[in-house]
């Protein structure tokens, strides 16, 4: 926001959910006021949206 970025956001695995050499599916779901991401571990994480999207 103004030019500044925004204080880093970390989200801790227990399992790394990549594989070399395979496939992996990534989903992200766009709302309003963040972006939910889903990983082949199942937990889904969510980041607010920090800028106008569309």
Do not use: A, H, N, W
């Amino acid at each position: 926001k103004d030019g500044v970025y925004g204080e880093e956001q970390r989200e801790t695995v227990s399992v790394f959910p990549f594989q070399d050499g395979s496939d992996t599916m990534v989903c992200f779901q766009f709302e309003e006021d963040k972006i939910i991401v889903q990983l082949p571990t199942g937990k889904p994480f969510s980041f607010p949206v920090r800028f106008p999207i569309g």
